[in-house]
């Protein structure tokens, strides 16, 4: 009885029946897979980017320490030993996925269950009668703008996440890592207590991965390390050995020139992939950006400002398609073109990803950069009427290279 009143007074109040369906699904699959997140370490992180690459570098920690593990990202799915790809097209699956992941996890032995969390996820109850012991933002910045409403809307759901552990996770301690460098961050901490939260800033030990971003995804892992009681030279020896991520800042070559793939997809993640991308190239070395990073039907706000980012850092501009999904794949490099001068010179329109990458790989002399964002590690490209085309950036950008 104690339980059914909760479960009201969880579910009190201007709730829509495509909600309580959402609530009530996110219950039931706790109950059908037997609570399993009630044996595990939980952690979730949320934030507009650096998910995938500090669930990673979590992940990397705890196997170093000969922990065993179950992790759901975007990029992919692991049980114990047993991992691969992501192929559901959500982030976050629902449905009860995560719940029988998390089973699959005890019933392999898992100690710990590292989480992604998105706001749609949120706003669906897919994080909820999950019993976090952690829960990780990595910052915030504008995206999921036109599918939310507002930025306020899309921030208040990640702040529902820490909320919700908050209030109903039955773990305790409970702790919250926040990213101190973000100006969202108040938000956040406002909705909890101060003894629970832990602030990081930039990693300072030895790190192979480039970039001011990633010494903060490695600020965050370690801090989560930390917190469930890892030692610090596991933690140091992790971090220090970790090389790359699957389609995040990802080097298919180094020499004689550069080629890069990463997932950048907002106009602050595609502003720090190419600063970086420019601090650690060669002098008198040109970077040359393949620019697919705005898909059909979302976030068009975006699409001048991805234009204006690529003309200051770019010597020579390739636009090329994404996800068009419904929406005319050339309209849409139309926009993106439309925050490039008009006398900009070295800017190409070139529909096809594959002749766009080939284009950009052929133009590439001795020490030069070739930078294709927007893709990363996604395994398909997503077309009009809900069809989907196998893609691979990394395989393009081989078959390329191999064809000079």
Not at 368 to 393: F, L, M, N
Request: glycine content about 8%; charged content about 25%; aromatic content about 8%.
């Amino acid at each position: 009885m104690r339980r059914i009143k909760k479960i009201l007074r969880d579910i009190s109040g201007p709730i829509k029946i495509l909600g309580l369906y959402h609530f009530l699904l996110a219950w039931g699959s706790s109950v059908v897979f037997r609570h399993p997140s009630r044996k595990l370490t939980v952690v979730g992180v949320t934030g507009t980017k650096g998910k995938s690459t500090v669930i990673e570098l979590i992940n990397a920690i705890l196997k170093e320490a000969g922990e065993s593990v179950v992790l759901s990202s975007s990029i992919r799915l692991q049980v114990g030993k047993k991992s691969w790809s992501n192929t559901t097209g959500n982030t976050m699956p629902g449905r009860g996925f995560l719940q029988k992941l998390m089973r699959q996890g005890v019933d392999a032995g898992c100690k710990y269950a590292l989480l992604e969390v998105v706001s749609e996820g949120v706003l669906q109850y897919r994080h909820r009668f999950i019993d976090f012991d952690v829960a990780v933002f990595t910052g915030l910045h504008a995206e999921h703008i036109e599918s939310h409403g507002s930025i306020e809307k899309y921030r208040a759901a990640k702040v529902r996440f820490f909320q919700d552990i908050r209030r109903f996770s039955n773990k305790k301690p409970k702790h919250f890592i926040v990213n101190s460098n973000n100006v969202h961050t108040p938000h956040f901490t406002n909705v909890i207590d101060d003894n629970d939260i832990v602030r990081y800033g930039k990693y300072s030990g030895k790190l192979k991965l480039v970039g001011d971003f990633n010494r903060e995804n490695a600020a965050a892992a370690a801090a989560v390390a930390k917190a469930i009681g890892i030692k610090e030279n596991i933690i140091e020896k992790a971090l220090a050995e970790f090389s790359e991520i699957p389609g995040r800042m990802e080097f298919v070559q180094k020499t004689p020139f550069a080629v890069v793939v990463d997932y950048a997809h907002t106009p602050d993640s595609l502003d720090a992939v190419y600063g970086t991308l420019t601090k650690i190239k060669p002098k008198n070395s040109k970077m040359i950006c393949v620019l697919g990073s705005a898909g059909g039907g979302r976030d068009k706000w975006k699409r001048p400002k991805l234009g204006a980012i690529a003309d200051r850092y770019c010597e020579e501009i390739i636009l090329t398609n994404e996800d068009p999904f419904d929406e005319n794949p050339a309209a849409i490099i139309s926009d993106v073109k439309s925050g490039i001068p008009l006398n900009r010179k070295n800017v190409h329109e070139i529909v096809s990803r594959d002749d766009a990458i080939t284009k950009a790989i052929s133009s590439a002399s001795l020490g030069d950069v070739v930078i294709i964002t927007g893709k990363g590690s996604e395994q398909y490209i997503r077309i009009a009427g809900g069809k989907r085309v196998g893609w691979s950036d990394k395989e393009k950008a081989i078959e390329a290279i191999n064809k000079l």
